[in-house]
């Protein structure tokens, strides 16, 4: 398949790469920045551009993976090319695409990305969604070719699975840092935590969360709760946060819910 690819970023570039080592031809990279098109251009061998102007037809897809606020300006400028376009937003409804264009569809890597470390593309769910059944089809057989993990997921339930992967993901990572600050405070390195996020991380792939959870909140240890608030004196934040977080985990573990 031909693809324009319309972004630089970490999603595009790993996406770009899966796509171009499976056997698809990338056209064109697209970036606002001629620097950024070009570096990810010259990896997967397309030309690069940063004028929608210079944008060609030429092209099966559109694969827009940019920022969620610029997605409807893009699509409309692409909109004259009468070609399928997705997007790669696992918070943006397809329905605002299908404002624009009736050749719509979605295509949402459910991974975190960073240009410096490599992924296995097979290994990453893939969410896909289109405007109609032949879209649909379409995008399932082109998801395939890069992934062994291809879901049709409408957009309600992306959207969900979207705010499911800020609290698995993106919280965890704000805590982990919390922890980097209290162990640096005290000049404790924080590679002494690295093997017990490993292993947390690491059971929740064979039993569900609420299976594996340790800690003083679940065993209701008054004590040492009270203790590492006071620990926390000078810090009504993580006071608050450590308090909100206890209580859920007792509510998880006394009915099954967190609040």
Not at 130 to 154: H, M, P, R, W
């Given at each position: 398949?031909?693809i324009t690819?319309?972004g630089?970023?970490?999603?595009?570039?790993?996406?770009?790469?899966?796509?171009k080592?499976?056997?698809?031809n990338i056209?064109?990279?697209?970036?606002?920045?001629?620097?950024?098109?070009?570096?990810?251009?010259?990896?997967?061998g397309?030309?690069?551009?940063?004028?929608?102007?210079?944008?060609?037809?030429?092209?099966?897809?559109?694969i827009?993976?940019?920022?969620?606020d610029?997605?409807?300006?893009?699509?409309?400028?692409?909109?004259g090319?009468?070609?399928l376009?997705?997007?790669?937003?696992?918070?943006?409804?397809?329905?605002?695409?299908?404002?624009?264009?009736?050749?719509?569809?979605?295509?949402?890597?459910?991974?975190?990305?960073?240009?410096?470390?490599?992924?296995n593309?097979?290994?990453?769910?893939?969410c896909?969604?289109?405007?109609d059944?032949?879209?649909?089809?379409?995008?399932?057989?082109?998801?395939?070719?890069?992934?062994?993990?291809?879901?049709?997921?409408?957009?309600?339930?992306?959207?969900t699975?979207?705010?499911?992967?800020?609290?698995?993901?993106?919280?965890?990572?704000?805590?982990?840092?919390?922890?980097?600050?209290?162990?640096?405070?005290?000049?404790i390195?924080?590679?002494?935590?690295?093997?017990?996020?490993?292993?947390t991380?690491?059971?929740?792939?064979?039993?569900?969360?609420?299976?594996?959870?340790?800690?003083?909140?679940?065993?209701k240890?008054?004590?040492t709760?009270?203790?590492?608030?006071?620990?926390?004196?000078d810090?009504?934040?993580?006071?608050?946060?450590?308090?909100l977080?206890?209580?859920?985990?007792?509510n998880?573990a006394?009915?099954?819910?967190?609040?």
């Amino acid at each position: 398949m031909r693809i324009t690819m319309i972004g630089s970023g970490n999603v595009a570039t790993h996406l770009s790469a899966a796509l171009k080592n499976a056997g698809h031809n990338i056209v064109q990279v697209y970036s606002r920045g001629m620097q950024n098109a070009s570096l990810l251009a010259y990896h997967v061998g397309a030309e690069p551009v940063n004028d929608f102007d210079a944008i060609t037809a030429d092209t099966d897809l559109f694969i827009i993976s940019v920022k969620d606020d610029a997605i409807i300006d893009v699509a409309a400028q692409l909109a004259g090319h009468r070609k399928l376009m997705v997007h790669t937003s696992g918070a943006t409804d397809i329905g605002e695409l299908m404002l624009i264009t009736g050749y719509a569809g979605v295509l949402y890597p459910l991974q975190t990305f960073s240009k410096q470390k490599e992924v296995n593309f097979w290994e990453v769910p893939l969410c896909i969604e289109g405007a109609d059944d032949d879209i649909t089809f379409t995008l399932k057989q082109l998801g395939q070719t890069i992934s062994n993990k291809v879901y049709e997921i409408d957009s309600l339930q992306r959207k969900t699975l979207h705010l499911a992967a800020v609290f698995a993901c993106n919280f965890p990572n704000y805590l982990y840092h919390i922890a980097q600050q209290l162990l640096a405070d005290n000049n404790i390195d924080f590679n002494l935590l690295r093997p017990l996020i490993k292993e947390t991380a690491d059971k929740v792939q064979g039993q569900l969360p609420s299976a594996v959870q340790t800690g003083p909140a679940v065993r209701k240890d008054g004590q040492t709760m009270q203790a590492h608030l006071q620990m926390l004196g000078d810090n009504a934040y993580l006071q608050n946060v450590y308090r909100l977080l206890s209580e859920g985990i007792m509510n998880m573990a006394k009915n099954g819910k967190t609040a």
